[in-house]
């Protein structure tokens, strides 16, 4: 099989409350609202995309907003720790917006010798890390949000994946995926995609024992890797189906199309393609502001206007000082 994922597309999780996610998304972590859109398969909830000026992919967090959802619980199955990208330079930065917005978060600690790592978690209790590394200083800033472009999160940096065990998903993500095992630490295995560029490193968790994951408000609910094109994907779509994977058809996304498959430790895993991208519904300038509809639920938007509740972005507010 040749296929090989320039790496993570997106991160797709659960909010219990469409506000708070976007003050926090938008507000405190300094991320573009891209697209304000709703669930595909359930159209009368939120679905938000975050991520740089573009949305390119690797920069992308998603969130399926289930208002009052129960709490999910972190787990064996599940993607552990979602990371941010942050230039090392703004250590100190985050440090000090993380204490003036009250975001618990634990003390920076190295890894793999060339990370510094900050470690907190969202208001459903969604595991994330900020990542200081070299590797973010050539990525998309973003000038228009509520941190300083300089220090502004460059997108994904990593996922990390938390499995009973590892040699069935190594062997996935090496053999069907593309990535190549680079290192190890303790308990943590590190796979980088060929390409080794933005949001191109899986870290797989080995946590024997540990209970499995529920999903829920603060629980990622799959990760999604990149196709460069349709192509491609149905390519891979049919190499996975061969190695028996039990994996969907082609979805249209609107922004993207995806298909979605159960990796062997029970994550869901979804192939998402490059394109066409968000500004196929509205101008880059204006991203994130509307409600956009794909085009069969444009006749339901009474409706679905109606029943969904009202949100705003977060005002500007002022960082710490640089």
Known sequence: MSFSTAGVHHVTAITSDQQ???DFYAGILGLRLVKRTVNFDDPTTYHFYFGDE?????????FFAWPGARRGRPGAGQVGVTSFSIPPRSLGYWIERLIRYHVQYEQPRTRFDDERVIAFKDPDGLLLELVAHA????????AGGQVEAE??????HAVTLWEDGHELTSRLLTEALGFRLTREQGSIYRFVAQAAGPASIVDLRVVPGLWSGVMGAGAVHHVAFRARDDAEQIAVRGALATLGSNITPQLDRQYFRSVYFREPGGVLFEIATDGPGFTVDEPLETLGRALKLPPWLEDRRFEIEALLPDVRLPLKIPGPAG
């Open 20 to 22: 708070r996610n976007l």
């Open 151 to 156: 220090h502004s999160i460059r997108g994904i």
């Open 135 to 142: 590797s973010a200083e050539p990525r998309p800033q973003w």
């Open 54 to 62: 573009s949305g390119n992919p690797g920069s992308l967090i998603t």
